[in-house]
């Protein structure tokens, strides 16, 4: 007798609605605990005195053109991220039947490419390419841009709160 999924995995894997709907439903499962692990991060590292951890300094924004930041980050990265992770997940998939470790293994390979341009970086978003590759995997069976396009916009709005987050305030 199987057990019945859990709630998180119940929402994750529902595709029963309409995308949007899910789009708008995941999102708040792969940001709010993404700000809680790196609100923690922040405050850790503040108080064992490794505050440039989280120095805003390193974080290469083009503020000059709001509005071509907002093209990179907020439609751009989400569209080609996911057009990376599918093949990186059919890959996965080849090798690994487990549907979590395929998931976790391709979050590890996005946290560990984000921790390329600011360590720190790739710790806080694990957690959020893990809903990522979940929702691809999850909306796949329903055709490839389904998951294409869910996926891309659960990313693009996690990242356009991340922006607003993240742009050095005068």
Known sequence: ???????????????????????????PLATVPTLGIATTLALFSHLLG?????????????IDSPS??????VIGAPLLETMLMAP?????????????????GSALAWA???????????????????????AFEAWRPRGFWYAYFVTAGIHALNNGLALGLLIPQP
């Not at 071509?68 to 980050?73: H, Q, T, W």
């Open 1 to 27: 007798m199987k057990d019945k999924p859990g709630r998180f995995v119940a929402t994750l894997f529902d595709t029963s609605i309409s995308p949007w709907r899910y789009v708008i439903r995941v999102w």
């Open 50 to 62: 490794f505050e440039e951890l989280f120095d805003q300094n390193q974080w290469e924004f083009n």
């Open 68 to 73: 071509l930041l907002f093209a990179e980050i």
């Open 88 to 104: 990186l997940l059919a890959l996965l998939r080849r090798f690994v039947r487990q549907r979590w470790f395929v998931i976790c």
């Open 112 to 134: 560990i490419l984000h921790s390329l341009s600011v360590p720190i970086w790739g710790v806080c978003i694990f957690w959020t390419f893990v809903v990522f590759s979940a």
